[in-house]
């Protein structure tokens, strides 16, 4: 019920609202009957009281109540929106890091419903869980005796430190105490769990003897980081994980980004394989980075430690759902990743199709032009790598009119431009980008 006093209305305001529908009887319209089946009805009842107050205001006419209500409606029930990443970065943390790929989003929705996640179908006795995706993700390493998944890269990190290290030291270089984002410092995450750091080497050179001085009959494991989102150089050094290897204590490798074999154009990032080759008892890494996945940590290394992982009271609550099961494996076994698609797109192709939209928008009488750029990995990989890419260049007012359309499309500001990097857009998404500067161009 509206309570609000309107002073001394007008004879023409008062008849405005008399005229704007009454709730009930615009929810009976069959496009927002169907639309509350879809999203329930709260969403619906607000999109229509929103659409009445902009009637009363006299920013719509009363008849255009439900067709307002009806344009205003959310996409899903989740609150979540798709937006195009033109940002030039490919695996942005803001926007949910790796994209899925269509196979990937296909797992995800036939897995929704009640599925055999940890039922052997044939038998009808209880069977491990997920382990048609663990089954994949070995099948991708064969270097890894074994394999386990959890809720993200820090999850596998926490199970690591406890199940391996509670009570007892880890050895770290100083140059790899990192900070990955956000305020999330890997060294308290580390402390968080009971194990104890011991610290080697200084920030810029740590050696193998630096590390075989530190480890004694209290150290748990020697873990690598990979520095993945700053590079030191100049005067510098770091121990290999082979020579680590031999110090005769477990080697636990937190490669971050998730690439499971050497990438050709990444040639600094490492990889779980060539890790495990060299010596590693366990490498770590995300799944929604490099890998292209969903939001996962992934566990790969030898068996007994794995076990130790898998089997600790900790594991119950760091374990990943159905849902991100289904993507992970369509991950590994399906087509091409959008994450694997943006780092091999051809710059000259890039180009084509920057070219070809600015000549689109700019017979519209659009202020656009197709300019060169370089788009990162981002997202806690491959830091200082930039990859040669093209984007569409638009006065600056239009990023917050892309960012708040129908199609959100986020971009970056460069001196004083708006720039639309297409490396990150799938090709196929050209269509609903040029809808959408056109779509900004009249706000
Ligand atoms: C990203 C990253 C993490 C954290 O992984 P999440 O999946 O974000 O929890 C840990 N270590 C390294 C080296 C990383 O790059």
């Known amino acids: 019920m509206d309570q609000r006093v309107v002073p001394q209305a007008t004879g023409e305001h008062t008849d405005v609202r008399r005229r704007i529908p009454r709730t009930d009887a615009v929810l009976r319209d069959p496009r927002l009957v169907q639309a509350a089946r879809r999203l329930g009805t709260g969403a619906v009842k607000a999109a229509v009281?929103?659409?009445?107050?902009r009637a009363r205001d006299g920013v719509i006419a009363p008849e255009a109540v439900a067709d307002t209500a009806v344009a205003a409606l959310p996409a899903t029930a989740g609150g979540l929106r798709?937006?195009?990443n033109a940002t030039g970065v490919l695996l942005h943390t803001n926007l949910g890091r790796a994209p899925l790929s269509a196979a990937a989003r296909h797992a995800v929705r036939e897995a929704a419903g009640p599925t055999d996640v940890e039922l052997d179908l044939r038998t009808g006795v209880r069977a491990r869980r997920g382990r048609t995706a663990l089954a994949a993700l070995a099948g991708r390493v064969p270097s890894a005796a074994a394999v386990h998944v959890v809720n993200n890269g820090a999850a596998a990190l926490v199970l690591a430190a406890t199940a391996l290290a509670a009570g007892k030291e880890i050895v770290i270089g100083r140059g790899e105490m990192v900070e990955?984002?956000?305020g999330f410092r890997l060294p308290d995450l580390l402390v968080s769990t009971g194990a104890r750091l011991r610290e080697v080497g200084t920030t810029n050179r740590t050696t193998a003897a630096d590390y075989a001085a530190a480890v004694g009959p209290d150290t748990a494991f020697v873990l690598k980081v990979h520095p993945?989102?700053?590079r030191v150089t100049g005067f510098t050094r770091t121990a290999g994980?082979?020579?680590?290897?031999?110090l005769g204590v477990p080697v636990v490798v937190d490669i971050g980004s998730g690439l499971l074999a050497p990438h050709p154009r990444l040639p600094a990032e490492p990889d779980a394989t060539s890790q495990l080759r060299a010596g590693a008892s366990l490498v770590t890494a995300s799944g929604d980075k490099l890998l292209g996945g969903p939001q996962c940590g992934l566990l790969l290394g030898e068996e007994r430690l794995v076990r130790a992982l898998a089997r600790h009271p900790l594991a119950r609550a760091l374990r990943v759902d159905k849902l991100t099961l289904a993507a992970l494996e369509a991950t590994l076994t399906g087509p091409e990743t959008p994450t694997a698609a943006a780092l091999a797109a051809d710059p000259a192709v890039l180009a084509h199709r920057a070219v070809r939209l600015a000549a689109a928008l700019r017979a519209d009488g659009i202020d656009v032009r197709a300019v060169a750029g370089s788009a990162t990995v981002g997202g806690g990989g491959a830091p200082g790598v930039t990859l040669p890419s093209?984007?569409?260049s638009l006065p600056e007012r239009y990023a917050a009119a892309l960012r708040t359309g129908p199609v959100p499309?986020?971009?970056r500001l460069?001196?004083?431009?708006?720039?639309l990097d297409l490396r990150a857009v799938p090709p196929e998404d050209d269509d609903r980008l040029a809808r959408a500067v056109r779509s900004a161009a009249k706000r």
């Open 241 to 246: 994980t082979g020579e680590l290897a031999a």
């Open 228 to 230: 993945s989102n700053f």
């Open 390 to 392: 093209a984007a569409l």
């Open 49 to 53: 009281r929103e659409a009445q107050d």
């Open 409 to 411: 499309v986020v971009g």
């Open 180 to 182: 990955i984002g956000d």
């Open 414 to 419: 460069e001196a004083g431009r708006c720039l």
């Open 82 to 84: 798709p937006v195009l």
